[in-house]
């Protein structure tokens, strides 16, 4: 396992979201994520982007303990792994710099001036930009939207950004918060292919997802979270056909309505 | 030594060739009196405050421009108004004052501020009206008598109320008249003494003005002098004497009393004297050396516990 | 002034009574004094209102107040609160900063801070929560993610900015009490800036010339605000 949580647990003052969290995502796998909304989807992708510290147990990325270790190695830690949120929250920038910014804040600091200064005297030339960002475009079809604003993007393309721009820095392992909720068939179809794309390039993936559909999809295993736990974990087929967890059996059949 | 004039000589540079003949006439007035001594004063800042009319009518940059040609100093003059430019001096961030309030002055020596005091030029105040002249005081011989006139009728008046020297000098002749102003006649601007001409102007009043300042906007308004100052055969009480101040060094250890007492001894020399009577704004001479005068004064005022070595 | 203000002005403007040695030296004061004083405020402005906008701390809600008071001062107010620090009997009194563009600088700072600090945390505060997350998520550190902030805000905070220069360029109250409206005899400014020439102007009646120096000193502003909206707002959305 790549990236996994030992036992983690979470709650927001006194109400317990995660009790006893354990999960884990291989590389080159896909990881669904499902269950109702509010269940906590979200609040366990936070702790396994390592931007939240659990209030119990570990979260290990490639076997180290990320809250054990010190502030930097943490951060090393951090930059291995993508997020991409329910939003796109892009910058207020052209595509190219929102895709370049994963690698841009990995530089030295006096590259970043230099690249700062030479982007005011004049617009950064198609050559100057990173061949990683053009690839990371390329694999959610925008390869040719460069230069443009990103106020100037429909909302599918703008999700495709988001993912792009996680996607640069070519990360171990890759969180995808409800990829293509409010998303038309088109874009939803250019997400799961790129899903796909990046586990075979043996990233390892984890999809938060309510839509069940699109976790037998995309995914190699499924882990449904209902309550404040893990109900299930296991090959995504087999989950689906024949669950082993009661509750589990009633919230992919429907019955079990959150 | 050498080194003063080194800085001297960039400083004349400076100047460039516009005066130079201004700066002959100053060399040889060094040469005849000192044979090449120069005071340790080079290169050293004079800060002076004062009051409105000596640095708006002019006369001070023409003082000043000769003074740090001379001494190869600079001079940054402040103009604030008396009572603001003796407060300043008060707290030890001027080395000079030039003010025009004698009853302000002689209480800033006494309180030690001040020392050598030297009387240095006069001009006088009159009494500006409108062409209608509603008090009917125009030709009066006595300035209290006019200002009485004034109130009685409620004849619109326009003051400086900013604790300048005018605004003392109007309050003693207020003093004088036995009137107690105010009401709706009688107006305190807060202002300056041009702002106070162009107001009285436009609304048709009365006002108490410095001569010079007078002169130098007369073209602009429609106000005509009603009662003259001394100058013009007036009565003594619109006398407006200036005097210069050294700020005491015992009291102010920071203060460049060297460099004040220098530029008090230049402007009241023969040659400083000269400048003040000479300096003209259209045609008109605006003040009237006083420094000089044939019945010396021993009298000066030494305050306690200051030695001449020892303070700087 | 029988022919009308504006013939008037327009017949000043063609015999331009000002020696242009002096005009350009109380216009280098002018600028040097508001330039330097605004770029001190923001310096300290937008890290403290990226500081109040994303920490919790005690009493944090009476600092913002105070800062928007401090948007209120009168200047002269803060003129002499400045002369009384720097005067000889004040507390950097030996520094000996009366009457210097330094203790100008230092007045003009007090006046543009407030305004600077006010517009930037909204500024700041507006900006997207999600992008601030995005920032930390793709590996930004805690300084990448106040930069992210501030570039978010640029628009929000080039206003700032242009109102600290506002104020600070078109105050007279206490650049008139410290510094003292100072000119050399060689007729170059020491102290002078535009709005204390104007006032020196109009204490002696000479209303227009000093409108003529109003003239200056607007397009002064109109022109530092379109280099701001130029070169510091950066690129027109598309
Ligand atoms: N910042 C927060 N503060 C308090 N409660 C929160 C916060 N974020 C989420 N929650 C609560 O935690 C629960 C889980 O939320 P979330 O992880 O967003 O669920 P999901 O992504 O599965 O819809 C919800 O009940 C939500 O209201
Ligand atoms: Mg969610």
Not at chain 1, 49 to 61: C, K
Not at chain 1, 74 to 87: H, T
Not at chain 1, 213 to 236: K, N, S, W, Y
Not at chain 2, 212 to 238: A, C, H, K, W, Y
Request: glycine residues 12%; charged residues 20%.
């Amino acid at each position: 396992m790549i990236l996994r949580t030992r036992g983690v647990s979470l709650a927001y003052g006194s109400e317990s979201v995660l009790r006893d969290v354990s999960v884990g995502v291989d590389r080159g796998e896909v990881l669904a994520v499902i269950g109702p909304s509010g269940v906590g989807k979200t609040t366990l992708l936070g702790l396994l982007s390592l931007a939240v510290a659990p209030d119990r147990g570990t979260v290990e990325l490639d076997g180290t303990d990320a809250w054990a270790a010190g502030e930097s190695e943490r951060l090393a830690l951090r930059r291995r792994v993508g997020m991409v949120f329910q939003e796109a929250s892009l910058f207020d920038a052209s595509v190219a710099r929102n895709v370049s910014y994963g690698l841009r804040v990995r530089r030295s600091w006096p590259e970043r001036v230099r690249d700062g200064l030479r982007s005011l005297v004049g617009s950064p030339d198609a050559e100057a930009v990173d061949s990683a960002v053009r690839e990371a475009l390329d694999v959610v079809g925008l390869g040719d939207s460069l230069d443009r604003h990103a106020g100037s993007l429909s909302g599918g393309e703008a999700r495709r950004v988001s993912f792009a721009r996680a996607l640069a820095y070519d990360p171990d392992v890759f969180l995808l918060d409800e990829p293509t909720s409010d998303l038309d068939p088109r874009n939803t179809a250019v997400v799961e292919d790129a899903v796909r794309r990046a586990s075979q390039r043996g990233i390892g993936v984890v999809v938060a997802s309510h839509d069940m559909h699109q976790a037998e999809r995309v995914a190699d295993r499924v882990a449904v979270m209902l309550d404040d736990g893990i109900a299930e974990v296991g090959p995504t087929e087999r989950v689906f056909a024949d669950p082993d967890d009661e509750r589990t059996r009633k919230f992919v059949s429907g019955e079990l309505v959150y | 030594m050498s080194k003063h004039r080194a800085t001297r000589r960039r400083f004349v540079a400076a100047l460039g060739a516009a005066t130079a003949g201004g700066l002959a006439g100053c060399s040889a007035v060094t040469g005849a009196s000192g044979g090449g001594d120069r005071p340790g004063v080079v290169g050293e800042t004079l800060t002076l405050t004062t009051t409105t009319s000596t640095y708006d009518t002019g006369l001070l940059a023409e003082l000043n421009a000769h003074f740090e040609e001379r001494y190869g100093v600079t001079v940054e003059a402040v103009a604030q108004g008396t009572g603001a430019a003796l407060e300043t001096a008060r707290n030890g961030d001027a080395d000079v004052v030039m003010v025009h309030a004698r009853s302000l002055e002689d209480e800033f020596t006494r309180q030690g501020y001040g020392v050598n005091r030297r009387d240095l030029m006069f001009n006088d105040f009159v009494v500006v009206g409108p062409a209608s002249d509603p008090a009917g005081i125009d030709g009066m011989a006595s300035a209290t008598e006019a200002f009485a006139a004034i109130a009685e009728a409620g004849a619109p008046f326009v003051s400086r109320g900013d604790d300048s020297g005018t605004h003392t000098k109007e309050l003693a002749v207020w003093d004088g008249a036995g009137v107690d102003p105010g009401g709706g006649w009688y107006q305190e601007t807060g202002q300056g003494m041009g702002e106070v001409l162009n107001i009285a102007d436009e609304q048709g009043a009365y006002a108490l003005s410095d001569r010079g300042t007078f002169l130098s906007q007369r073209s602009e308004i429609d106000l005509t002098v009603r009662v003259q100052g001394p100058i013009e055969g007036g009565p003594d009480l619109l006398a407006n004497p200036y005097g210069i101040i050294a700020v005491n060094p015992a009291v102010h250890g920071n203060v460049n009393y060297d460099l004040a007492m220098a530029y008090i001894g230049y402007v009241t020399s023969p040659d400083g004297q000269e400048r003040i009577a000479n300096y003209e704004s259209d045609g008109e001479q605006l003040f009237f050396p006083r420094a000089l005068s044939e019945d010396p004064n021993f009298r000066q005022y030494v305050p306690a516990g200051w030695s001449a070595n020892g303070t700087r | 002034m029988s022919p009308g203000p504006v013939a008037a002005l327009g017949a000043l403007l063609l015999q331009f009574p000002f020696d242009p040695v002096y005009l350009r030296s109380i216009v280098r004061v002018s600028l040097y004094v508001s330039c330097v004083a605004v770029a001190l405020s923001t310096a300290v402005s937008v890290p403290f209102a990226l500081l109040v906008a994303f920490t919790d701390f005690p009493g944090k809600r009476l600092l913002t107040s105070v800062v928007n008071t401090g948007m209120g001062f009168p200047s002269v107010v803060v003129g002499l609160v400045v002369l009384f620090a720097v005067s000889n009997q004040g507390p950097l009194g030996p520094l000996d900063l009366v009457f210097t563009t330094e203790a100008m600088i230092v007045s003009q700072f007090v006046l543009a801070a407030p305004p600077i600090t006010a517009i930037s945390l909204a500024a700041v505060s507006a900006v997207d929560d999600g992008v601030r997350d995005a920032a930390r998520a793709l590996g930004g550190t805690r300084l990448d993610v106040a930069l992210v902030t501030v570039t978010e805000a640029r628009y929000g905070i080039a206003t700032a900015v242009l109102a600290g220069f506002g104020r600070a360029i078109s105050e007279v109250g206490s650049v008139l009490i410290v510094g003292g409206n100072i000119v050399g005899s060689d007729g170059v400014s020491r102290t002078r800036t535009l709005t204390t020439a104007i006032q020196l102007e109009a204490r002696q009646g000479r209303y227009e010339t000093a409108l003529l120096l109003g003239a200056v000193l607007v397009c002064l502003v109109l022109l530092v605000n379109a280099a701001v909206v130029r070169f510091g707002g950066g690129r027109v959305r598309r």
